[in-house]
């Protein structure tokens, strides 16, 4: 339980360092959008190695990857509704948004984390943190644009970053207790999730705003995570 929430407070700090720094300082788009291009390429890794690769052994084709496209297909549905009934440039929608990308992600992290210490997960762990970054600092400064003062924005991003962190602790403890086929569909999941948000929302975003950079730095989040794992 502490390792879990340890995991859960080294991702979710991203949130707060972000917060704060957008709160105060407006940082170039393209600087964003290249850290968003390194943390995809961070994320595939780990979705493949930490989460996927494990659920296939356990459970098989049919059962994980059949979990892996229904994972992505619940995301897509929440952000369908969420771009619905939600306006795009709303303090509440940058925090939904930020919501619906990390609590897949935390949970994730707290299932990964089953049976395993923190190394074990090491790759997962920093791909979440250079996901949640950005996001916060653009985040932040989507927020006091809008309106909003800068206190709002710090906390704000900080009380998001407590929540996303118990959900590492939620994930770990309550799937702790499941079968091996069970938990493997869970892994599988929340690997479908977090992909479909990649491919959905963080992928197009870093290239449209970065330009063909971004394709560097994904790569540099790929090799660096990639190493991370041997």
């Given at each position: 339980m502490l390792t879990a929430l340890l995991v859960g407070a080294i991702a979710s700090s991203a949130l707060v360092i972000g917060g704060i720094l957008g709160a105060f300082w407006r940082p170039p788009q393209r600087l964003l959008?290249?850290?968003?291009?390194?943390?995809?390429?961070?994320?595939?890794?780990?979705?493949?190695?930490?989460?996927?690769?494990?659920?296939?052994k356990a459970a098989?084709?049919?059962?994980?990857?059949?979990?892996?496209?229904?994972?992505?297909?619940?995301?897509?549905?929440?952000?369908?509704?969420?771009?619905?009934y939600s306006s795009s440039t709303s303090g509440f929608y940058l925090l939904a948004n930020i919501l619906l990308d990390g609590i897949p992600e935390n949970l994730a992290m707290g299932v990964a984390l089953i049976g395993k210490p923190l190394t074990g997960i090491l790759s997962l762990v920093v791909a979440i943190f250079f996901s949640n970054?950005?996001?916060?600092?653009?985040g932040a400064v989507g927020m006091r644009d809008s309106g909003r003062s800068k206190k709002f924005?710090?906390?704000?991003?900080?009380?998001?970053?407590?929540?996303?962190?118990?959900?590492?602790?939620?994930?770990?403890?309550?799937?702790?207790?499941?079968?091996?086929?069970?938990?493997?569909?869970?892994?599988?999941?929340?690997?479908?999730?977090?992909l479909a948000g990649l491919a959905e929302a963080i992928m197009p975003q870093a290239y449209g705003e970065g330009g063909k950079i971004v394709a560097i730095a994904t790569t540099a989040g790929f090799l660096l995570t990639f190493l991370i794992t041997q």
């Open positions: 959008a290249v850290v968003m291009g390194f943390a995809a390429g961070a994320l595939i890794i780990a979705v493949a190695f930490d989460l996927f690769e494990k659920s296939f098989g084709p049919l059962i994980a990857g059949g979990s892996l496209v229904v994972g992505a297909a619940a995301f897509m549905g929440a952000t369908e509704l969420l771009d619905r970054f950005p996001e916060a600092l653009g924005a710090i906390i704000s991003w900080s009380v998001t970053a407590v929540v996303l962190a118990i959900m590492v602790v939620i994930g770990n403890a309550v799937f702790s207790s499941f079968g091996e086929v069970p938990l493997a569909a869970v892994r599988a999941l929340a690997a479908g999730a977090v």
